[in-house]
Every structure is written in C-alpha cells, then in structure tokens.
C-alpha cells in the first residue's frame, strides 16, 4: 500500500550511524529518521544529530524544544517506525523483565532469601 512506513529495529537503526559512509538515521518518538541530508543544515550543527545518529534521540530532542517548523521538518524525513517490541514503552518493559528474572534463577535458594532479606533491610531503613 503506497504511504505505508516501514518497520525497522533498533539494531537496523543503529547500523545507520553515519559511520563509514552509511546514511545517518535517528529515532524520535518511535519514528525513524534518515537525516544525513539534513546534517549540514542543522541550526545547531551536525554535531548534535552525529551524537544521537542510529539511536533514540527522544530525550535530548524533547528537552531542547523544537519549533513547530522544525517539526513539520522533521516529518518529511521520516523513512519509518520502530517494530512494536523496540517502542519505548517496550523496550523499559523489556529491559526490567528479563535479566533480572534470569539472574535470580541462578542464584542458590540462601542467595536468594539473603538478596530479600537484604532488599527488606534497606527498604525501612530508606523507607
């Protein structure tokens, strides 16, 4: 279907870094960005776009505060979307479920009630 975005993964994205002649693409917003064109034309200079450049750049891109015409710019450089699973909402929800889980199988049953035990201490004295 014409004007269906692409899905891409973070690890797609970051293959594109500007590194090596590679094209130069940035999340915002769970939306991909091939800004390589741009880079030169950046008011704040190809710098800032380099240091986030096949990455998230969500924070940094929302904190700075962006007009309402670099928007509308930035739209017209979008070449896709993050796949489901490496939306930000996603990805900390991911992040906090698997090595955890996976570190506490390994440890021994004493490993384990002494990390709660431990857990336990530090909540009432930090309350």
Sequence with gaps: M??????YT???VAVRNGKAGSPTWIVIRDA????TQYMEDHPG???LISEWAGRDGTKDFDDFGHSADAMRLLKTLQVGVLVASDQAKNRKKNATDGPKELAEEQ?????LM???RSKRRMFILCG
Excluded at 2 to 7: D, F, I, R
Excluded at 32 to 35: L, S
Excluded at 107 to 111: A, C, G, Q
């Design 2 to 7: 014409p004007g269906e975005l692409m899905e």
């Design 10 to 12: 973070l690890a797609e």
């Design 32 to 35: 991909v960005y091939d800004v």
């Design 45 to 47: 200079g190809s710098e």
């Design 107 to 111: 440890l021994s049953p004493e490993e």
């Design 114 to 116: 002494k990390k709660r």
